[in-house]
C-alpha cells in the first residue's frame, strides 16, 4: 500500500524554477536542483564557475529548481532534465517500472535525512511516532519515505498511526513548532540548522540505523549518458574540484557562493560576518562531502553495496514494491575520466 502511494506521488504533477543561462539552449546540460532552498551549499558550483572550471571543460548548464526528489526523477525521466541530483527512493520506484536511469556520480557521503524534535521534548524513539504529526519540506520530499520507513521499522502503520504534512519553509516550520502544531520534523541537515537559526532549538534523534545509506546523487537516463558522456564528465569533473576546494577553503568558497547567487548572502550583514553566520550550513555539507569511506575513494564513486542495503531496507519495510538491483542503477564507468585532475593543485588557494 505505501510503495503503491509513493508510485502515485510520483507520477504527479511538478513545478520547476528555471534560473537563467548563457549559451545555446541546445548545448546546455538542463540540471535538476531537487530542492527550492538556495544555499551556501552551491558552493561547488560557486567556485567551479569562479574559478572557470566549467568553461574550461566547454560545459554550460541551465538549473531547475523542485520541489524534491521525486519531482526531480519524474522530470528526467520525461526527458526534461539530462541530469538531477536526487535522492535514491524514487529512482528505485522507477526501475521498477522500466525506467532505465542511474547513478553515476554519489554527491553526498552519507544519509543526510532524520528525524529531530524539539530541544526539550520528552521524544524518545521512533515508537513514538504513534500519534504524532510529522513535518516535511513537501509531500515530494524524502522526509516523507523516512518517516514511513523508520515508523514501519518501529512496528506502526506508517498511514494510520501517524500524520504527515507539510510546514514549508524554515522559518514557517520554527512558527508551528513553536505553537506545538508540530513536535516532529523529518528533514534534512542543513533545513534544521536553518530552523534553529530561526529560533527553535532541535534534538536530531539517533540515526545510526540509516546514517550510511546513500543519499542525493547525480543521475541520468542511460541513454543519456552514452549520448552527452563527455558533457557529463566534464561537468562532474568541475562539480567535484569545486566541492575539494570548498572543503579546503570553506570560507573562500561561501563568498564565491555570494557573488555567484547574490540573493544566499544574508541582508544587513557585513562580508565576514555574514561568512561566518553561514559557516554551520556549509559544515553540514561538508560533512557529507569527505572522502572518509575507505569503499569509496575518488570523488563521486558509487559504493554499489550501500545502494543495495538501503534498496533491500525500503523494500522490506514496505516502501518499495519490489527488490531492486543496485547493480541496475548505478554505475562508476564515469569516475576515473571524472577524477582525472591534480587534487592538491585545486586545494591551492
Known amino acids: 500500500m505505501i510503495a503503491r502511494v509513493f508510485s502515485a506521488v510520483l507520477a504527479a504533477g511538478l513545478l520547476a524554477l528555471g534560473m537563467p543561462g548563457s549559451a545555446h539552449a541546445q548545448e546546455k546540460l538542463r540540471v535538476g536542483w531537487c530542492s527550492k532552498t ?16 566549467f568553461k574550461a571543460g566547454n560545459v554550460d548548464f541551465e538549473m531547475f529548481t523542485f520541489a524534491g526528489s521525486t519531482d526531480c526523477m519524474r522530470t528526467l525521466a520525461t526527458g526534461d532534465l539530462t541530469i538531477a541530483m536526487l535522492s535514491p527512493e524514487p529512482l528505485g520506484i522507477v526501475s521498477l517500472q522500466g525506467v532505465k536511469a542511474k547513478v553515476f556520480f554519489e554527491a553526498y557521503r552519507r544519509n543526510i535525512f532524520g528525524l529531530a524534535v524539539a530541544a526539550d521534548s520528552d521524544f524518545k524513539s521512533y515508537n513514538d511516532l504513534k500519534g504524532q504529526t510529522v513535518g516535511v519540506l513537501s509531500m515530494g520530499s524524502v522526509g516523507v519515505v523516512i518517516a514511513r520507513s523508520v515508523a514501519a521499522a518501529a512496528g506502526l502503520n506508517p498511514t494510520t498511526d501517524m500524520r504527515i504534512v507539510v510546514t514549508g519553509e524554515p522559518a514557517q516550520t520554527a512558527t508551528l513548532m513553536r505553537r506545538g502544531e508540530v ?11 536553518l530552523v534553529e537559526r530561526a529560533g527553535v532549538k532541535l534534538r536530531r534523534l539517533d540515526d545510526s540505523a540509516i546514517a550510511r545509506f546513500p543519499s542525493n546523487s547525480w543521475v541520468a537516463m542511460d541513454d ?36 555567484v547567487y547574490p540573493q544566499t548572502k544574508p541582508s544587513n550583514m557585513e562580508l565576514e560576518d555574514a561568512v561566518t553566520y553561514d559557516m554551520p550550513i556549509l559544515q553540514d555539507r561538508i560533512n557529507t562531502w569527505h572522502l572518509d569511506n575507505p569503499a569509496t575513494d575518488k570523488w563521486g564513486s558509487v559504493d554499489v553495496a550501500a545502494f543495495q542495503t538501503y534498496m533491500d531496507w525500503l523494500h522490506q519495510w514496505g516502501l518499495l514494491p519490489g527488490k531492486v538491483d543496485a547493480a541496475s542503477i548505478t554505475t562508476n564507468a564515469l569516475i576515473d575520466d ?7 593543485a585545486i586545494e591551492t588557494p
Open 38 to 53: 538556495y544555499n551556501v551549499s552551491l558552493a561547488p558550483f560557486a567556485v567551479a564557475i569562479k574559478k572557470g572550471w
Open 183 to 193: 513536535k516532529v520534523l523529518s528533514q534534512f541537515d542543513t533545513y534544521y540548522t
Open 224 to 259: 543519456v549518458l552514452q549520448k552527452r558522456r563527455a558533457d557529463i564528465v566534464n561537468f562532474s569533473k568541475a562539480y567535484a574540484m569545486g566541492t575539494a576546494y570548498a572543503i579546503a577553503h570553506p570560507r573562500e568558497a561561501i563568498k564565491m557562493v555570494y557573488e
Open 338 to 344: 571524472i577524477n582525472a585532475f591534480d587534487r592538491k
